[in-house]
Nanobody, 119 residues
Framework: QVQLVESGGGLVQAGGSLRLSCAAS????????MGWYRQAPGKQRELVAA???????NYADSVKGRFTISRDNAKNTVYLQMNSTKPEDTAVYYC?????????????WGQGTQVTVSS
């Protein structure tokens, strides 16, 4: 099993910055993808950004140029630096880790952290 613990959420004014962290522990396969998803009230959960264990990144169009995802493989930790925040970034942010073993995908989720951007 894999456990994910998020931290860093909170309230920020529009245009401000926030940094989320997610530490993974447990039985972690070396080759994996870690990422951040978010879910706003009444909306579906959506991918914000993801990063492979090799460092390749992927971003939602809505956050490109504003958010940066990074990871420390030695610490099994992923970060999301959120700059130039907007009220529409308000959501519960969830950390995700997934890996493939023997052709089967395993997904793990954090408990979520609230991010609120005030206008």
């Amino acid at each position: 099993q894999v456990q994910l613990v998020e931290s860093g959420g909170g309230l920020v004014q529009a245009g401000g910055s926030l940094r989320l962290s997610c530490a993974a522990s447990g039985s972690i396969f070396r080759v994996n993808v870690m990422g951040w998803y978010r879910q706003a009230p009444g909306k579906q959960r959506e991918l914000v950004a993801a990063i492979t264990s090799g460092g390749r990144t992927n971003y939602a169009d809505s956050v490109k140029g504003r958010f940066t995802i990074s990871r420390d493989n030695a610490k099994n930790t992923v970060y999301l630096q959120m700059n130039s925040t907007k009220p529409e970034d308000t959501a519960v942010y969830y950390c995700n880790l997934w890996s493939m073993r023997w052709g089967s995908r395993s997904d793990y989720w954090g408990q979520g952290t609230q991010v609120t951007v005030s206008s």
